[in-house]
Each structure stands twice: as C-alpha cells, then as structure tokens.
Nanobody, 115 residues
Framework: QVQFVESGGGSVQPGGSLRLSCAAS????????MGWYREAPGKQRELVAT???????HYPNSVKGRFTISRDNAKNTVYLQMNSLKPEDTAVYYC?????????WGQGTQVTVSS
C-alpha cells in the first residue's frame, strides 16, 4: 500500500536550518510529481514546495529563496532543505503527490521555530 514516512523535524531558533526527508513506497515514485505541505495550528494545510518528475520546482512566495525541494529517485525519497527559518514556519510538515490522489498521508514531522 501507499506509505509516506517523514523525518528530520525538530526545534530550532529563528535563522536556523533543517533538512526534512520523506521516504515513499507503494507508488511509481519516479513518475510522480511530489510536494511538501505544512499544517500549522488553526490553519489549513498548505503546499510549500513541489518538484516534478523531471525535477522542475515551484514555491510560494512565503518560502521562496529559503526552502529547496529535491528528490532521489533511486531512494524513493524527497527532501526539503529549509534555511533562514522563521517562527511562522512552525508546523507539521508532510509529503505527498500533489496532483495524484494517493489516498493516504504520513504522520508528518514537527518543525518548531522559536527563540
């Protein structure tokens, strides 16, 4: 079955960095566009980065220039490098395929940015 396992979250001070990883299984990973989402308390889940099967990336203005998404098709893994973190980046981060209904979500990984 389809499964996403996110890891790499933690607590950092403003300006710090984290690298998130998401291992996917049960999908033809190399054929799927992939994305990272986040959900902050009291807010809707939002898409913060996408990478196409061909490696093209896209970011909303809120994270552009600070976040970088990448993928390793040999490992069925997608990454999110987050730099210059801000308190408003605090959220649970999830990965999924943004344009294909996978029917499942992983447990997510908590990112907390606080001084």
């Amino acid at each position: 079955q389809v499964q996403f396992v996110e890891s790499g979250g933690g607590s950092v001070q403003p300006g710090g960095s984290l690298r998130l990883s998401c291992a996917a299984s049960g999908i033809p990973f190399e054929l799927y566009d992939m994305g990272w989402y986040r959900e902050a308390p009291g807010k809707q889940r939002e898409l913060v980065a996408t990478i196409s099967s061909g490696g093209r990336t896209h970011y909303p203005n809120s994270v552009k220039g600070r976040f970088t998404i990448s993928r390793d098709n040999a490992k069925n893994t997608v990454y999110l490098q987050m730099n210059s973190l801000k308190p408003e980046d605090t959220a649970v981060y999830y990965c999924n395929a943004p344009f294909t209904a996978t029917g499942t979500w992983g447990q997510g990984t908590q990112v907390t940015v606080s001084s």
